[in-house]
């Protein structure tokens, strides 16, 4: 039941995230069209700012913009609840 559901769910997100490619899909973070953004130049590791926002949204197809799905992991929420 529940479980099982959640199990499945679990690996399913993190073979599409994760993926190698190899007997599953080739995940997001392991795509060759990945887009990253350099961080601004002077900014504190471990840090997030409005310019980072602004420069991954900037990099996002027009078309994507009313479908796009943005991920990020749960210790980045009081960061980006602070901007």
Known sequence: GYLLANELSY?????FLLGDGIAKPL???NS?????VPKVTGQ??????YQNILDLWSRL???SMTSAVWLASP?????????
Request: net charge neutral; no cysteine; charged share 5%.
């Open 61 to 63: 197809l027009p078309s």
């Open 11 to 15: 690996s399913l997100d993190r073979a």
């Open 44 to 49: 504190a590791a471990g840090s997030v700012l």
């Open 27 to 29: 995940g997001v973070l």
């Open 32 to 36: 060759p069209s990945l887009i990253t």
């Open 75 to 83: 210790t980045l929420v009081p960061a980006l609840a602070s901007l």
